[in-house]
């Protein structure tokens, strides 16, 4: 799983999965373009890498809203600036409130939007943005971080589910598009991840009750991820496209 040397962007990459990802796919000789837009996680992400990663090259820290076309045009041409070229792309970047707001009947539209904007539309910019630089340079892997969520129900996730429903569909459409100029497209499905954004949203007892039903009553950690990242930033990945990947127990 030699990633020594890509050109590797994360959107999300202030905190949480995409800050760990940022530091493992660091630690592997990775050269890392952290998308962020809360400044002060971003310059914080980028201060981790360069203490705990002995021999990192210095990351790219640019402070980026997914949501906004113009603000990832200009992030993919400081990337391609520096570098020339770009390798792969983990389209991180997500928004989940908390689901007591978003039951069907109470939800306000405006946060069905900010959820539905931040993980789906964002998905459907950053490709547009990355790919045609992947595409000069002989091609390239976008990632696109889904969600078990997005194959099965859960109350007060129906915005969340359906935006991670349309990235594995994304996925699938994008490489039946793009992969005869060398983009290879994967959605990757992580059961509950312990981060303190999901603790921040869910219901009480929630995450200890799906916790109860994994080996070890023990939810997936972020660290778990970066393994399967690090394949599908790989050459050793390049078989593996337009589709969907679940990583969780098998709980039944």
């Known amino acids: 799983m030699d990633v020594n040397q890509k050109v590797i962007a994360i959107t999300g990459a202030g905190r949480g999965l995409g800050r760990v990802l940022g530091l493992g796919l660091a630690a592997g000789g990775a050269r ?69 707001k978003l039951r069907l009947l109470n939800a306000d539209i405006r946060d069905v939007r900010r959820v539905l904007d931040t993980n789906l539309v964002a998905g459907f910019i950053v490709t547009k943005a990355f790919a045609p630089v992947m595409i000069r340079g002989g091609g390239g892997r976008i990632i696109y971080m889904s969600s078990m969520i997005g194959v099965q129900a859960g109350l007060g996730l129906a915005p969340y589910g359906a935006s991670k ?47 109860s039903a994994y080996p070890g009553g023990r939810l997936g950690q972020p660290e778990d991820i970066v393994p399967f990242v690090r394949f599908l930033c790989s050459d050793e990945s390049v078989h593996l496209s337009g589709t969907f990947l679940p990583i969780r127990p098998v709980t039944g």
Do not use: F
Not at 38 to 43: P, W
Not at 53 to 63: D, F, I, R
């Open 32 to 100: 890392i373009a952290l998308l962020e837009r809360d400044s002060a996680d971003l310059k914080s992400a980028a201060r981790e890498i360069a203490r705990s990663v002995p021999g990192a090259e210095e990351p790219l820290a640019l402070a980026c809203d997914v949501t906004d076309e113009a603000a990832v045009t200009d992030a993919v041409h400081a990337i391609d600036s520096r570098w020339g070229r770009i390798d792969a792309l983990v389209s991180n970047a997500g928004l989940m409130l908390p689901t007591k």
């Open 165 to 211: 429903a349309g990235l594995n569909l994304l996925a699938n459409v994008a490489h039946r598009e793009l992969a005869d100029q060398g983009i290879r497209t994967v959605a990757l499905a992580p059961g509950l991840t312990d981060t303190p954004g999901m603790r921040g949203t869910v219901e009480d007892g929630y995450a200890e009750r799906v916790a």
